[in-house]
Every structure is written in structure tokens, then in C-alpha cells.
């Protein structure tokens, strides 16, 4: 069971997107609806963004928005602001009826 | 509210078993669909999932870690245990267990202990 791979860092400008891509196997992405993603600030815990692959729990921004197209998921910041500067993980189920996270991504607003 | 604190050892020795207790509130872990999972993170690096406990006895463990852990749980204290046997250095991380938002959905912890560092050196 490898981790899903993340690109280390994105940046984008205010008010910009930007999307983060999550890529795995038919084993895990492929396999399941099951891709969450997660906003971490340095010193925090993590905070679930989206689950099943594109749904936003109470509370988080409709800026972020999720999708998956075979193997990939990925993770969309519309309108972004510097209080999204973080770092993002993406998991997803897998087939060994464990879970699995990205390497995580450093999002930096210039 | 559901929250969920993490206790436990701040330092172990090589080669000692490390024993983490979750303690939660807000919920029961004899209501159906209910989970609590372990989730590391070592200094700068990556979140690494450990395991999880459904409130069937249901549980989970990561592959490269499962002849090493055992979770167990408590549902009269409200408490989820993890213990990881044979520590070594790169098991120094924050350990932090989780609420599942959902029970057929084991990857969505949508609420986190604050975590506990630990540190595993002679």
C-alpha cells in the first residue's frame, strides 16, 4: 500500500484557482467514491474539506470543490485568499480495507 | 459536540511499547456506524493512517503496521486505546485519532483530537 501521490507545492494569487491533484491505483481512487481531502494550518489539526469525492461538509466554503476522473482526485480552491494557505492530504479507501493518504500538498497565496 | 483528546506518553525508549488512549464526548461507540481511527504525522512530513475501531469490534490496521498495533475500545469510559509495540526512532510523531463521519466511509474524519507528540529516543 503506497501513498497517494500529491504535487509537494501549488501557489496562486489572490482571488485566483488553483487545483490539487491526487493520483493513485484502481485499488484505492479508482476503486472508491471514497476521497477526502484535508486543510491543515501549521501547528493544527487536520480539517476534513471534502468527503466522497466532491461533498463539502457543514461549513466549509463552496470555494472548495472536489472531482475524480479515473485514478486521479483532485481538489479545486476558487476565489483564493490568504487564509487558505496550508497544507492539503487527499485519502481515499483501499481494496485492503484500510486507508490511505496523499504526501501532501503546500499551498502558498502570493 | 463531539471532541476527542489524545493521552499518553510524551517520551518511550526504543524497543517499549507505546499505549495511547483516546479519550471522546458526543457520541457513543455502541451506536451503529460509529468509528475512531489513528492517524500519525512525524515532524514535517506526512499524515500516515494506523487504524480504526467500528462500534462492532470492527478494526482495521495498516498493512505495513499491523503486526505491530492493536486498537481496542472502552465503550463504558468512552475511550479508544492504540498500542504500537517494538518503537523505534521514525516512530516519533504527533498521534492523533479521529471521529468517522460516517460508518461505510472509513477515509472522512470529520472531527480530530488536538494530537500528541511523541518521542521515541534513549
Known amino acids: 500500500q503506497s501513498a497517494l501521490t500529491q504535487p509537494a507545492s501549488v501557489s496562486g494569487s489572490p482571488g485566483q484557482s488553483i487545483t490539487i491533484s491526487c493520483t493513485g491505483t484502481s485499488s484505492d481512487v479508482g476503486g472508491y467514491n471514497y476521497v477526502s481531502w484535508y486543510q491543515q494550518h501549521p501547528g493544527k489539526a487536520p480539517k476534513l474539506m471534502i468527503y466522497e469525492v466532491s461533498n463539502r461538509p457543514s461549513g466549509v466554503s463552496n470555494r472548495f470543490s472536489g472531482s475524480k476522473s479515473g485514478n486521479t482526485a483532485s481538489l479545486t480552491i476558487s476565489g483564493l485568499q490568504a487564509e487558505d494557505e496550508a497544507d492539503y492530504y487527499c485519502s481515499s479507501y483501499a481494496s485492503s480495507s484500510s486507508v490511505v493518504f496523499g504526501g501532501g500538498t503546500k499551498l502558498t497565496v502570493l | 459536540q463531539i471532541t476527542l483528546k489524545e493521552s499518553g506518553p510524551t517520551l518511550v525508549k526504543p524497543t517499549q511499547t507505546l499505549t495511547l488512549t483516546c479519550t471522546f464526548s458526543g457520541f457513543s461507540l455502541s451506536t451503529s456506524g460509529v468509528g475512531v481511527g489513528w492517524i500519525r504525522q512525524p515532524p514535517g512530513k506526512a499524515l500516515e493512517w494506523l487504524a480504526l475501531?467500528?462500534?462492532?469490534?470492527?478494526?482495521r490496521y495498516s498493512p505495513s503496521l499491523k503486526s505491530r498495533l492493536t486498537i481496542t475500545k472502552d465503550t463504558s469510559k468512552n475511550q479508544v486505546v492504540l498500542t504500537m509495540t517494538n518503537m523505534d526512532p521514525v516512530d516519533t510523531a504527533t498521534y492523533y485519532c479521529?471521529?468517522?463521519?460516517?460508518?461505510?466511509?472509513?477515509?472522512?474524519?470529520?472531527?480530530w483530537g488536538q494530537g500528541t507528540m511523541v518521542t521515541v529516543s534513549s
Open positions: 479521529a471521529h468517522v463521519r460516517d460508518g461505510y466511509n472509513p477515509a472522512a474524519f470529520d472531527i
Open positions: 475501531i467500528y462500534w462492532d469490534d470492527d478494526k
